[in-house]
């Protein structure tokens, strides 16, 4: 079902959770809540769960009013899965009995559960566990049997808080894939709250990302990690160089900045910015011993202060040397080449690797360097 959020505000204790939030997440797309801790993701999934009473504006799914101002349909009214962070799977049930649970309190038929339990567990790849406890299975075999018993009853929605998070590294990766193939499978609205941006960059339909209580930014992957609209969201979607320039000139889509002596063409317009800044990726940017400057791209001079290897590249803090005003000195670099500590380079800016985003009152928090 599609579910709309109009200006749904929340406090406690005086602070204000969420503040004023305005969202519409389409029918049958998977949406991820995506922001730090404190930032209001979890209070906004159980105000869509009807764990929490909102403060003010309005919750409606599929036309009917979920929440309101002073009313909140209960949550086994609302015909939604639910899976928590830590699996709340029932340690005396097996796992038979924990899937069928959702649908004895709807009082289906025994044959009727039957079908749907051996329905779902074959959509998790669990069939042959209907008589194993939670004890016995392991951490990705508890997290399937909890999707499993979320998606019995056939919720109209499927919300997800943090599911692969207590999940070690290796595990949660392949979590996400098998996860998403459920999901998908299903076809079933979701939302689904992460801190983590590689979970909802690599699931996800619509990402929305949240700050102290508002929404950052709402679009697909693509769009919050090439188009971020501001310095937080920006970071909050990967590694970041975020520099003040010097404008010259603006037309349309694009923008002339002075920076450490080079003259760049970058996307975006400071028209309607308060604080303009520019955006450089660590991997539009690249290192060599040659400077070749040129039309398409400017080469200023730096030097290697810091590395760590990845496996698949080499991380580098990099110091640029001519700088002409107060401007961060230190930017990342990603590369393939390897270069030691003290190596005199280039660093290549190719046209248009830039783009502007809102800096604001949090720019001076986002620097790499001094």
Not at 360 to 365: D, H, I, R, S, V
């Amino acid at each position: 079902m599609e579910i709309e959020l109009k200006d749904v505000c929340k406090e406690f204790n005086g602070k204000k959770v969420l503040q004023g939030i305005d969202l519409s997440i389409p029918k049958g797309q998977f949406t991820a809540l995506l922001g730090p801790s404190g930032c209001g993701k979890t209070t906004l999934l159980n105000a869509l769960a009807g764990f929490l009473d909102i403060d003010g504006g309005e919750i409606v799914v599929g036309g009917q009013t979920w929440s309101d101002e002073g009313v909140t349909l209960a949550p086994e009214k609302r015909n939604v899965g639910m899976v928590f962070q830590d699996f709340a799977l029932w340690p005396h049930l097996t796992v038979y009995e924990n899937v069928a649970f959702g649908l004895k309190v709807k009082r289906r038929r025994a044959p009727e559960i039957a079908v749907r339990v051996q329905e779902v567990l074959a959509t998790v790849q669990m069939e042959g566990y209907v008589n194993a406890y939670p004890h016995q299975l392991s951490g990705g075999q508890k997290q399937r049997i909890a999707i499993a018993r979320a998606l019995a009853p056939n919720p109209s929605v499927l919300l997800m808080d943090e599911p692969l998070s207590s999940l070690d590294a290796k595990l949660r990766e392949q979590m996400r894939w098998d996860l998403l193939s459920i999901i998908k499978s299903a076809k079933i609205t979701t939302v689904y709250v992460t801190h983590d941006q590689m979970e909802a960059l690599s699931m996800a339909d619509q990402i929305v990302l949240l700050h102290d209580g508002i929404v950052e930014q709402v679009g697909t992957p693509q769009e919050l990690f090439d188009n971020p609209q501001t310095v937080f969201a920006a970071h909050f979607m990967g590694a970041a160089n975020v520099i003040e320039a010097e404008f010259r000139e603006s037309a349309e889509n694009f923008s002339m900045i002075q920076w450490s002596g080079a003259t760049l063409r970058v996307h975006g317009s400071p028209a309607h910015m308060q604080q303009p800044m520019v955006l450089f990726r660590p991997s539009s940017l690249r290192l060599s011993y040659e400077a070749t400057p040129s039309s398409l791209h400017s080469s200023l001079p730096c030097i290697i202060q810091a590395r760590a290897y990845h496996g698949f590249t080499w991380q580098y803090r990099v110091q640029v040397k001519d700088a002409t005003r107060q401007l961060p000195q230190t930017v990342e670099v990603w590369s393939a080449d390897e270069f030691a500590i003290g190596t005199q380079l280039f660093l290549h800016v190719p046209a248009e690797s830039g783009r502007l985003v809102e800096g604001g009152e949090t720019a001076k928090l986002t620097h790499l360097g001094g």
